[in-house]
């Protein structure tokens, strides 16, 4: 019996050691980016060394008084919320259109949208780009442009919101189809108030995607500084020509970006696990 | 039939557990033929039943045509007459606005785009001497450009018009329908709908269409169209070369797909297919490494922060989401940055004497490829570490509990009770997963960019995804040609493995059953 303890001990010490292992190995990175964005000396590439020489906020000051960092923030603050509200709407219409409704095509639809998702997303990038250019909506005109292009397609990823509208029960739509509410009443009376937490998931991370995104955001807003996101100015910082001078830049911009986008990320933790679990489960 | 797959499946449970991966495997072949066979036979399905509705809904309009009275039959020519001749105002002053818009548009801009498809005799943009001006006896001549057609705006014009062209006639088919409908109802003395009843149906009946005309009008506008138009262009020469309005491309058939299929080294074609053969190879055994690779450590670690009498689960479980948060351009270029020739880590080694030469983690073709599917393991094990524990809570603890009685031991346990649980409930999120990450654009694209850049086709490099390529193909090269062929080949790979692990899916499913 005893030995049987002592085995047990020392499993569980080692699950301990090795989960201490892996969360350092994950934090390491942002530790790193943290302590380099505080390097206040004058040389500004990389660096050999990991404990800046001089500590301070140089970094934090230039980004914000002589760069164009606030510009791309605004920019990817603006898509983000824009993009955030009108995704969400247009996910949830489709996902419980195709949840909750029964219609004729109903099938087609979904099939239709799971072939168009075999193809490579970005396919297609020349094609919108000069559409959206002969619109006015690239360079400096970029973001109404990506807001629209992040929009326009978001019925495509109504698979979660699906899962999720599966899973009310369809007893409390007959209910209220008994007391007589039309279809469009047990929408917003009904199955909207029971979908928060997917409400939220899909907010949250159409609000984070925009943050990332640097396939489509530096097309569009191609060779214009003004349009740019903070993706892609930060990725511009870590070219050849530039990386010896803006490397600490780069990484104090990524702090700015990474914190609040992380704090909002663990207020809301949960509806994300529940959101991400649901998904994968229901495939 | 029955009995012989009952005795497969005992067969089956008697094999250990190496032979049942080979067996499975052996399973995955055999499902290949067949899964393109009824992907041949569904596609088969799919036009035989477009050309029976069509046969249907002529044999309808003939039939409404010959029992029809006259307003019915004016209504053929005139849309929405039937519906302004009973009662339906509103419908009718709709299908007949859209019938006028439609002609208009059709005789004054429509056909010309339609025509222009054939990109046979377009006007080239051409420089000519403007008039002279005179300015203090000097005559200056400035140049003028006078732009000529663009393939580009053609194609998209041209498309929009014959979409345009089948929703008119989609528009005049349903006015048909609408006169014989209502027609019958006056017949029968009751009264076809009006307005007030078509904005009510909006809300109850019809609330699908309600619901998801924004959506589909998004997807259609924004995703099919373009892909139609890429489609279109995989059979022109539209490259560096060809970039209207300068230059304008045309039609060259199936060349583009001859250049990947033959190993004649024609215009280096020859490097472009090979380039294709290590790319799509790479690509694969890519696709088949981060995913397993994450799969089942993704589950160590969930099963590990899960164990019974492992405290502060909370806190492991948040250090690791949090990783999730932080936006991947930031960690992942950070991350190259530190491992690049000149990065922290190569200059701290040196400083310290421990090697002499940089170590080339991007540089070095094979050192690159196991560094990507390392850092990839370090994007992806927080996520698969959330979808596991989500699923390991639902496994039913008696199962362990008897399993434990038999003496079982934790490894036979998850052998025999987890393993087989979770592939069978995130069976399909393995298959989304696998073709997510043939697809996975951002951690390539951030770590190495594709480089080293020693593939025989010029600007490819070693670990180039079929996705990555397509992007440098198109943002730096301006190949849209090959970038849109690639495009067609990447969507031909996803559709056929797709199809075989479905057809697949039923038969392991069936297998693993949990009672």
């Known amino acids: 019996m005893g030995s049987a303890k002592t085995k047990k001990r020392a499993a569980n010490a080692a699950i301990y050691a090795l989960l201490i292992i892996i969360c350092i190995l994950w934090l390491i990175p942002f530790v790193l980016i943290l302590l380099q964005s505080l390097r206040a000396e004058p040389y500004s590439g990389m660096s050999g060394y990991i404990l800046p020489r001089i500590w301070g906020l140089k970094n934090y000051v230039y980004l914000f008084r002589e760069t164009s960092f606030p510009v791309w923030y605004g920019n990817t603050l603006i898509i983000a919320l824009a993009s955030a509200l009108l995704q969400t709407a247009m996910v949830m219409l489709t996902g419980y259109g195709l949840s909750r409704l029964r219609f004729k095509g109903r099938r087609f639809l979904m099939n239709a949208v799971l072939v168009l998702g075999m193809f490579p997303g970005f396919l297609t990038m020349i094609i919108l780009y000069y559409v959206l250019k002969s619109a006015g909506m690239t360079q400096s005109g970029a973001v109404p442009g990506l807001i629209l292009v992040y929009v326009a397609s978001s019925g495509m990823g109504y698979y979660v919101a699906k899962g999720f509208l599966d899973t009310i029960p369809r007893s409390l739509d007959e209910a209220a189809r008994v007391d007589g509410a039309t279809k469009a009443q047990i929408f917003w009376r009904v199955t909207m108030p029971l979908s928060k937490p997917i409400i939220i998931y899909t907010l949250l991370t159409a609000f984070m995607a925009p943050f990332t995104d640097y396939i489509f955001a530096s097309y569009i807003a191609f060779g214009e500084p003004s349009g740019y996101n903070v993706a892609v100015g930060l990725y511009s910082w870590l070219q050849k020509d530039m990386i010896s001078s803006h490397f600490t830049a780069f990484c104090a911009g990524g702090v700015c970006v990474a914190v609040p986008v992380t704090l909002l990320f663990l207020l809301l933790q949960k509806y994300y696990v529940e959101g991400v679990t649901g998904g994968a489960v229901k495939g | 039939m029955k009995n012989q797959s009952t005795s497969n499946s005992l067969e089956y449970l008697k094999y250990s557990a190496p032979r049942r991966f080979f067996h499975k495997f052996y399973l995955f072949l055999r499902a290949i033929p067949k899964g393109l066979l009824e992907l041949l036979l569904a596609i088969g399905g799919f036009f035989r039943g477009i050309a029976l509705y069509f046969v249907r809904e002529t044999r309808d309009v003939i039939d409404t045509y010959k029992n029809g009275d006259k307003i019915t039959r004016t209504s053929f020519f005139i849309m ?436």
């Open chain 2, 80 to 515: 929405g007459f039937s519906s302004l001749a009973r009662g339906q105002i509103l419908r009718g002053i709709l299908f007949l606005a859209f019938q006028i818009v439609f002609i208009l548009y059709t005789a004054l801009w429509g056909w010309r785009w339609i025509a222009k498809l054939s990109f046979r005799g377009l006007e080239t943009t051409k420089v000519v001497p403007g008039n002279p001006i005179v300015i203090g006896g000097v005559e200056y001549s400035e140049n003028v450009t006078v732009y000529g057609d663009n393939n580009l705006q053609i194609m998209i014009y041209g498309v929009l018009s014959l979409l345009f062209v089948l929703c008119f006639l989609y528009t005049w088919r349903v006015n048909v329908r609408q006169s014989k409908l209502s027609q019958e109802l006056l017949a029968q003395g009751k009264r076809p709908k009006r307005a007030k009843d078509d904005l009510r149906a909006a809300l109850d009946s019809q609330f699908h269409k309600t619901v998801l005309a924004l959506p589909t009008l998004g997807i259609l506008f924004f995703t099919v169209i373009p892909i139609i138009i890429m489609v279109m262009v995989a059979f022109t020469n539209y490259d560096a070369n060809h970039t209207p309005p300068s230059n304008l491309f045309h039609w060259v058939g199936l060349d583009n797909f001859n250049q990947i299929f033959t190993w004649t080294s024609e215009g280096g074609s020859r490097a472009f297919s090979a380039t294709f053969g290590e790319i799509l190879t790479w690509t694969l055994i890519w696709a088949f490494f981060a995913t397993f690779s994450n799969y089942f450590l993704g589950m160590l670690v969930a099963m590990m922060i899960n164990k019974k009498g492992i405290r502060l689960k909370k806190l492991w479980r948040t250090i690791l989401v949090l990783t999730i948060a932080v936006p991947q351009f930031i960690s992942l270029l950070y991350v190259s940055k530190l491992f690049a020739d000149e990065g922290l880590i190569n200059r701290f080694l040196l400083e310290a004497g421990w090697i002499k030469q940089a170590i080339p983690f991007w540089t070095d073709a094979t050192l690159a490829r196991v560094m990507v599917i390392l850092v990839n393991i370090w994007v992806g094990i927080p996520y698969q570490m959330l979808i596991t524990t989500g699923v390991l809570m639902n496994i039913p603890a008696d199962l362990y509990e008897s399993a434990r009685i038999d003496g079982a031991r934790p490894f036979q346990q998850y052998v025999k009770i987890t393993l087989p649980y979770m592939l069978f409930v995130t069976g399909p999120y393995l298959l989304t997963n696998f073709i997510g990450n043939m697809n996975n654009f951002n951690v390539i694209y951030l770590l190495t960019g594709g480089a080293p850049y020693t593939q025989p086709y010029a600007g490819a490099g070693k670990t180039d995804l079929l996705i990555t390529w397509l992007y440098r193909l198109t943002v730096t090269n301006n190949d849209y040609k090959r970038a849109a062929v690639i495009g067609i080949m990447v969507f031909l790979v996803v559709a056929v493995i797709s199809l075989i692990v479905y057809n697949l899916m039923p038969s392991i499913k069936s297998e693993e059953e949990f009672q």
